[in-house]
């Protein structure tokens, strides 16, 4: 898409009636394009890219006499953030007795490093420290149960004593809302009252101390706004979230849209950072992917398009999970190989994180550019489309005769509530759109909108395009690339994905949270069709260079304009070259692993736009990258 570029302040005469007693104007209409998919650009003074791994030095390295060993890799990689454990039922394995063995040994060789550290305090408890009688204290050495408040935060006061001037940053148990690591099942009121009073005890302590609310699911936010209404807004400082879409890609898992619903969740709060504490991909069958979709060449080039769109959509830091394979579960820069004290097989994940850390080291985001080629209007809402509401009565939409639809919403019940407006006549989608787009003028709710799209095998399936902001204009997007969850198959039979041609056949209103009731309003404006090269590009500032990142996922000729005669190149695995101008421009051939391209200050003063050239005489083979590093 182009880029913005006409910010339309036109405010619209009249008035639309809000009920029967009561009118309100329109709110604005939004700009005339859709901006790129993404989210939320960091501004230009956002500070330099911190990327961090989940070093798990203290908790899973058995010798803490030779923990320098894995600790000298955190410094070839170029981190400057590792998140560390520190897990109860090691550290106080009983009542009075505490072991400070393998931590003091972390902590000092990551200090030595000058690397800056996240602590986990909190689970695996101490099995002597859950009050659940169905949990074994004498069989088991650690306990996923929920901990007793007050001795956790005596245990969590006595590390930060003893760490409060190496450590700063906190992050209050791991992921709450899983109910693998909260038993019997999670409860928002009890993690509420353990956060309120482990953050007091931190901040009593260090009233420096940043405290973060413990990495939990920004794909479902009902517990997270349990924890909020129960009062602990006050007692953490930053959002941890774990937005893991593997095996799915970063740009099909719409992980630019991982951080929306808590930004709209917080919003009414008066909004807070937000930090991936884990995000990652198994190089083969492990937690998530039990098929092993991915292998390790994916995995290197997934890191590095997931770290960078992450940061693109505002999240200020991110960790990758994890420094090491455990057995089973591949999410590792290093192999598992002979046992945990064996760091001598590096993935090829190492490798691209090492070239991501020294190319974005001191750089600051400027922009993402888009190709120039646009998409197509499915509708303007004009007033011309037929909606029916076939079942639900939970709702009416209509248009407001200047092309913007207003949508009121009533939702009564603490179930599922939703509303489908349907077209009588399906609207096609002209040829193979990458992605849906549409403007939505939010009410602050966090309700989900979605799509119902009708293929060619005649299956109706739903499409997510995003939750529901705060009041203002937003561009709400969707890859029509991603999976179709079970779910989300609303009619027919088929395979369970889009096949195109499809159709636009409804909108639907979904509560973002069953247990919530209420009535709203939101605006619709143009859902549009984005077409063109799926071509991501993004420029940083890096000294007195130019910094451009450029993948496709389905590989692209593009045409660089400059003034420069020549670049310099670096590919995710480190190889570099360079490269001439021809006519003042650089042509090179990028596919799904990312290219880092470095020009002097020179080419800031091109203002021309770059070229997406999809001619197939341009492409090498599938799976090819063509000559040299694929340029």
């Known amino acids: 898409m182009p880029p913005l570029h006409q910010l339309l302040l036109v405010l619209v005469g009249g008035v639309l009636l809000l009920s029967a007693s009561r009118a309100a104007p329109l709110p604005p209409l939004p700009p005339c394009v859709l901006p790129s998919v993404h989210r939320q650009p960091v501004p230009v003074n956002a500070p330099s890219a ?36 520190f897990h109860w039922y090691r550290v106080q394995p009983r009542p009075g007795v505490w072991d400070w063995t393998f931590n003091d040994a972390a902590i000092r060789e990551l200090a030595q490093r000058d690397i800056a550290i996240l602590g986990v305090i909190g689970g695996p408890s101490a099995p002597w420290a859950t009050p659940f009688p169905g949990d074994d204290h004498q069989r088991a050495s650690f306990s996923f149960y929920a901990p007793d408040t007050e001795a956790f935060v005596t245990f969590a006061r006595t590390v930060v004593s003893r760490y409060h001037q190496t450590v700063h940053h906190w992050e209050i148990w791991n992921e709450p ?65 774990h937005p893991y879409v593997d095996p799915t890609g970063p740009e099909e898992g719409n992980l630019a849209a991982a951080a929306d619903g808590v930004r709209t969740l917080a919003a009414p709060y008066g909004g807070k950072p937000i930090w991936v504490t884990e995000i990652g991909w198994s190089s083969g069958p492990g937690d998530h992917d039990p098929q092993g979709v991915i292998d390790e060449p994916q995995q290197a080039v997934l890191l590095v398009r997931a770290l960078l769109l992450l940061w693109e959509s505002g999240v200020e830091r991110s960790f990758w999970y994890t420094l090491k ?17 064996d760091y001598t097989c590096r993935k090829p994940s190492f490798t691209s994180f090492q070239t991501l850390n020294r190319q974005l080291a001191g750089a600051r985001f400027i922009e993402r550019r888009s190709p120039e080629t646009g998409g197509a ?47 009588r006549h399906p609207v096609a989608l002209e040829g193979r759109p990458n992605a849906l787009g549409v403007w939505v003028y939010g009410d602050g709710s966090g309700h989900r909108l979605n799509v119902w799209l009708r293929d060619r095998e005649g299956e109706t399936l ?20 991603a999976p179709i969850r079970a779910g989300d198959r609303i009619a027919g039979t088929g395979n369970g994905q889009l096949d195109f ?30 077409s063109g090269d799926d071509v991501s590009h993004l420029r940083f500032r890096r000294g007195d260079a130019l910094l451009e990142v450029l993948w496709s996922p389905q590989r692209a000729r593009v045409s660089l304009p400059t003034t420069a005669p020549r670049g310099h190149i670096v590919a995710c695995d480190g190889r570099q070259d360079t490269m001439r101008s021809s006519n ?19 080419w800031l003063r091109c203002c021309n736009s770059p070229r997406y050239d999809d001619d197939d005489t341009h492409r090498g083979p599938r799976g090819s990258t063509g000559p040299g590093m694929g340029y």
């Open 50 to 85: 911190a990327f961090g791994v989940n070093a798990h030095l203290a908790t899973r390295y058995p010798d803490p006499s030779s923990m320098h060993r894995p600790a000298a890799l955190l410094s070839e990689l170029g981190v400057s953030w590792v998140r560390e454990d």
């Open 377 to 423: 209007t499915v509708l303007e809402f004009d007033g011309q489309e037929p909606w029916h509401r076939p079942v639900q009565p939970n709702g009416t939409l209509r248009s407001s005769g200047v092309g913007t639809a207003r949508l009121d919403y009533h939702f009564s019940t603490r179930e599922n509530d939703y509303v489908a407006f349907e077209l």
């Open 584 to 602: 003042r421009r650089f042509s090179l051939m990028v596919g799904p692993a990312p290219v880092f391209v470095v020009t002097s200050d020179e």
């Open 325 to 341: 394979d455990d057995p089973g579960n591949p999410y590792g820069l290093v192999c598992y190989g002979d046992g945990r004290t």
């Open 177 to 241: 809302d899983n109910d693998l690591f909260w038993k019997p099942c999670p409860d928002p009121q009890a993690y509420a009252r353990l956060l309120i009073h482990t953050s007091a005890a931190i901040k009593a302590i260090d009233p420096d101390a940043t405290v973060l609310i413990g990495g939990f699911n920004p794909f479902d936010l009902g517990f997270v706004r349990e924890v909020l209404r129960a009062g602990a807004w006050a007692s953490f400082d930053l959002f941890a979230i």
């Open 501 to 530: 041609p499809v159709a636009l056949a409804a909108i639907v209103l979904d509560d973002g949270c069953d247990r919530d009731v209420g009535t709203g309003t939101i605006y619709l404006d143009r859902l549009t069709a984005l």
């Open 462 to 481: 739903q499409v997510h395009l995003g939750v529901v902001g705060p009041p203002g204009w937003q561009v709400r997007s969707v890859p029509l690339a």
